[in-house]
C-alpha cells in the first residue's frame, strides 16, 4: 500500500471538477487535452473553458481512468487551474502538482507528469499549435512497452532534476515493462550529466518534495465474499465502461485467494495489448480500488 498524503486520499475519495465540459457560452471557447491510454494504466481527460477576453480558464474538469495519485493529481491540477490566465497555467510544472497535494510517492510522480502533459495539450489545441506527439518527435522511440521518445525522457530528466533510470521510471513509466530500454536511458542520463558538467544545461530548480511519511491503511479485513462483491463492482463502475470505449470488455471468471481470474472480451480478446490492460489497468485499478495483494490472470474458456 502507497504512503499518501492525507491531501491526496482527500482529493481521491472527494475528487474536485470530476466530469466533462458541454457548455460553451459566448466569448468562451471550451478545449480538451488528453494523455495516456488505459494499456499503459492511466489515461486523462482534461477539459478547460477558457474566456476569452481575459484568456482566463473559468472553469476545469477532468475524466481520469487510473489510480489514487492519477485521480487525486487531475483533481489538483483542476483546482490550480481554475481562475489562471492561460499563460500563467502554461508555466505549471508536475512538481507543483505534486506540492499540491503534500508530495506523491516517487512510485506515482507519472501522475503529476500526466497532469502537467495533458494540461499543455489542452493549451496548445487552444492555441491552435499542433502538439507533437511523443511517438513521432525528433529523438525517436526509447521504449516501446510505453511509447516513451527520446525527447519526453530528456525533457523530463531535466525538468526534475533526475538522476537514475529508476527515477524516469516512477516519472514516465519508460523502463517498466521488460527493461530492454534501462540500458538506453542510462545513456540519456548521463548524456544530460554531462551537459550540467559542461555548463550546457541549467536544470530548473524544483522545490524538494517531502513525502508524506505517515503511512494512510485505508484498506479493512474483507471476507471473501466482501471481496469478490467488491471486485464485480469496481469492474462493473470503473473498468467496464472504460474498457467499452474501446470496444473491449472484461467478465469476473473466479477468485481464488488473491488470485482474480478474469475473461477479456471483445478487441481485449487477442489484443496486442492485452497484458497491458490486463496489468496496468485491470489490476492496478483492482489493487487500488479493492486489495494490494491482488493478482489478475486472463483465463481462456
Ligand atoms: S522497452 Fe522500455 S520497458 Fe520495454
Not at 476569452?52 to 487551474?81: H, M, P, R, V, Y
Not at 511519511?213 to 469492474?235: A, R
Amino acid at each position: 500500500m502507497w504512503d499518501y498524503t492525507d491531501q491526496v486520499m482527500e482529493h481521491f475519495q472527494n475528487p474536485q471538477n470530476q466530469g466533462s465540459i458541454t457548455e460553451q457560452e459566448q466569448g468562451t471557447k471550451v478545449v480538451t487535452g488528453e494523455v495516456g491510454s488505459i494499456a499503459c494504466g492511466d489515461a486523462l481527460r482534461l477539459h478547460l473553458k477558457i474566456d476569452e477576453d481575459t484568456q482566463t480558464i473559468t472553469d476545469a474538469k477532468f475524466q481520469t481512468f487510473g489510480c489514487a495519485s492519477a485521480i487525486a493529481s487531475s483533481s489538483a491540477l483542476t483546482q490550480l487551474l481554475k481562475g489562471k490566465k492561460v499563460d500563467d497555467a502554461m508555466q505549471l510544472t508536475n512538481r507543483q502538482i505534486a506540492d499540491y497535494l503534500g508530495g506523491l510517492p516517487e512510485e506515482k510522480m507519472h501522475c503529476s507528469v500526466m497532469g502537467q502533459e495533458a494540461l499543455e495539450a489542452a493549451i496548445y489545441s487552444y492555441k491552435g499549435i499542433p502538439l507533437e506527439t511523443h511517438e513521432e518527435d525528433e529523438g525517436g522511440l526509447i521504449c516501446s512497452c510505453f511509447g516513451v521518445s527520446d525527447s519526453r525522457i530528456k525533457r523530463i530528466i531535466r525538468e526534475n532534476d533526475l538522476v537514475t533510470a529508476e527515477e524516469v521510471t516512477n516519472y514516465v513509466k519508460a523502463g517498466g515493462g521488460c527493461g530492454s530500454c534501462l540500458a538506453d536511458i542510462d545513456d540519456i542520463i548521463a548524456e544530460i550529466e554531462q551537459e550540467r558538467a559542461n555548463g550546457v544545461v541549467v536544470a530548473p530548480t524544483s522545490q524538494v518534495v517531502t513525502p508524506e511519511t505517515t503511512p494512510v491503511n485505508t484498506v479493512k479485513p474483507l471476507t471473501n465474499l466482501q471481496k469478490i462483491t467488491k471486485i464485480q463492482q469496481v469492474l462493473e463502475e470503473q473498468i467496464k465502461p472504460v474498457l467499452a470505449e474501446d470496444g473491449g470488455d472484461v467478465e469476473l471468471f473466479d477468485v481464488e485467494g488473491d488470485i482474480v481470474k478474469v475473461i477479456l472480451k471483445g478487441s481485449c480478446n487477442g489484443c496486442a495489448s492485452s497484458t497491458e490492460t490486463l496489468k496496468f489497468a485491470i489490476e492496478a485499478t483492482l489493487k487500488e480500488a479493492v486489495l494490494p495483494t491482488l493478482v489478475v490472470q486472463s483465463v481462456q474458456i
